[in-house]
């Protein structure tokens, strides 16, 4: 579809449907760790609802940013922490 919604995951162009959030559209293009703890640990979307801060990317250059309940939008740019 001509509609669809072109953005970048750590430099890699995807495209997903309009009503898309960022977190269902990394987990559907392979990406299923979207952060390190502290400690190093891989952390991925738990909740999908923006309680438990799993799903914290950085957006647009603003890091801790909620992905699950984040709409994609054409030209953004989405980077794991
Ligand atoms: S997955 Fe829990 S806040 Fe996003």
Redesign the pocket.
Not at 46 to 55: S, V
Not at 66 to 69: A, D
């Given at each position: 579809m001509s509609d669809r919604i072109r953005m970048t995951i750590d430099g890699r162009e995807i495209a997903v449907e309009p009503g898309t959030t960022v977190?269902a559209a990394l987990m559907m293009n392979g990406v299923h760790s979207f952060r390190e703890s502290p400690n190093g640990d891989e952390r991925?979307?738990?909740?999908?609802?923006?309680?438990?801060?799993?799903?914290?990317m950085t957006v647009n250059g603003a890091s801790g940013v909620?992905?699950?309940?984040l709409l994609c939008a054409d030209g953004m740019e989405v980077s794991t922490q």
């Open positions: 977190a991925g979307p738990l909740c999908g609802m923006g309680i438990c801060f799993e799903c914290r909620r992905t699950c309940n």
